[in-house]
């Protein structure tokens, strides 16, 4: 697989029936490597390693009804009050992130309400704060980090 624009991990690989199989720590089972799921395992493990999130309040591929169709988001990351703290939409490397990109994890964000997103192809990385009052978002160098309030 293409190396990415993000540190190195171990990942866990397994080969059956002439495909290659990536294991992901939230899911906990193999899926087949694709280039997409290649990138989605390394965000994966850039929030764990390198931001420190928790990893039961990260949640992968889960269906979300949008204008009355029914999508599938990449990756949230939830707050412990149960709102959304971020939502990622991961796509393969040779994909170009477009305009189409933004206005895609913005239709799910309607509905979703995350405070920050992410749009990543695993070599460009963009970062983002929504501004809902103003209707729009602010483009950022990092994502914050996540922090637990006291109770």
């Known amino acids: 697989m293409q190396k990415l624009n993000f540190p190195t991990y171990s990942f866990r690989f397994k080969n059956s029936e002439n495909k290659t199989y990536i294991f992901d720590i939230i899911r906990k089972k193999f899926l087949v490597l694709t280039p997409e799921e290649w990138v989605r395992q390394h965000v994966l493990q850039f929030f764990i390693n390198h931001h420190k999130y928790p990893v039961s309040f990260i949640n992968v591929e889960k269906l979300v009804k949008v204008n009355g169709t029914t ?13 959304i703290f971020l939502l990622v939409e991961c796509k393969a490397p040779e994909i170009g992130i477009t305009q189409q990109t933004f206005d895609q ?30 209707e729009k978002y602010l483009f950022l160098t990092d994502l914050p980090k996540f922090e637990i309030p006291n109770p």
């Open 71 to 83: 999508k599938r988001y990449d990756i949230v990351v939830y707050r412990n009050d149960g709102s």
């Open 105 to 134: 994890i913005a239709r799910y964000n309607l509905v979703l309400n995350a405070s920050y997103l992410m749009v990543t192809n695993g070599i460009n990385h963009y970062f983002c704060q929504m501004d809902f009052q103003n």
